[in-house]
């Protein structure tokens, strides 16, 4: 059975207080988001990538503008052999890499072109989704996921939220359509 871990927008300025876009208390899942990313067979980690003019800021402050230290990854949560996926149309070359980072503009990673194509590549059974922000990013990839209609994880101590309230429902709609959530105990060998 393949598994595919999906590492949604674990980036600096979301995960630190310093952070552009800081997410609360999302330095405190950190250790376990590098865990599940060295524990993952197969790792598609998203990464925004935007331009300083991009239309999202319309709606966020400016956040993860490429080429800023907000916009990288901690090195904690990456592997070794990376390749990244621009959010462009490319030829997909993904051998041999234990990460791959889908670049994306928008908050929903669907809007990667080349997202449905390394789908099919990969040929995952099911999917495995954590990171931040629950009722954002987490949650389009999450749902997104489900409607591929293979079986969708979603790890709820490796998941951060701006709303509490907002969360906790996204979390209970997931489950009521028939995502599973799990602990990352559950995922991660026992030591």
Same mark, same amino acid.
């Given at each position: ?6 590492? $949604? /927008? ?7 207080? @310093?952070?552009?876009? +800081?997410?609360? =208390? =999302? ?5 376990? $988001?590098?865990? %599940? ?11 925004? @990538?935007?331009?300083? /003019? ?10 993860? &503008?490429?080429?800023?230290?907000? !916009?990288?990854?901690?090195? =904690?949560?990456?592997?070794? #052999? #990376?390749? &990244? ?8 070359? $993904? ?9 994306? !503009?928008? %908050? ?9 194509? %390394? %789908? ?6 099911? +999917?495995?989704? +954590? ?7 987490? #949650? /389009? =990839? ?12 979603? &790890?709820?101590?490796? $998941? ?5 309230? /907002?969360?906790?429902?996204?979390? !209970? ?16 060998? !026992?030591?």
């Amino acid at each position: 059975m393949k598994t595919v871990f999906f590492d $949604i /927008d674990t980036q600096i300025d979301f995960l630190f207080p @310093a952070g552009a876009l +800081y997410v609360p =208390a =999302a330095e405190r899942i950190l250790p376990l $988001i590098a865990q %599940l990313n060295h524990h993952a067979g197969t790792l598609v980690s998203t990464m925004c @990538a935007h331009r300083e /003019d991009d239309p999202e800021f319309k709606d966020w402050p400016p956040h993860c &503008v490429v080429e800023t230290t907000g !916009q990288l990854k901690p090195s =904690a949560t990456l592997r070794e #052999r #990376r390749v &990244v996926i621009p959010n462009r149309p490319i030829d997909l070359a $993904i051998d041999g890499a234990e990460q791959i980072i889908l670049e994306k !503009q928008e %908050l929903n990673l669907f809007t990667n072109p080349n997202l449905k194509r %390394l %789908l099919d590549i990969l040929a995952a059974d099911e +999917y495995v989704v +954590y990171g931040v922000v629950t009722e954002y990013c987490v #949650r /389009d =990839a999450a749902f997104g996921l489900l409607e591929t209609g293979k079986p969708v994880t979603l &790890v709820v101590d490796a $998941i951060k939220t701006l709303s509490q309230g /907002d969360g906790a429902h996204i979390v !209970q709609t997931f489950a009521a359509r028939g995502g599973k959530l799990a602990t990352s105990s559950k995922l991660l060998p !026992q030591r």
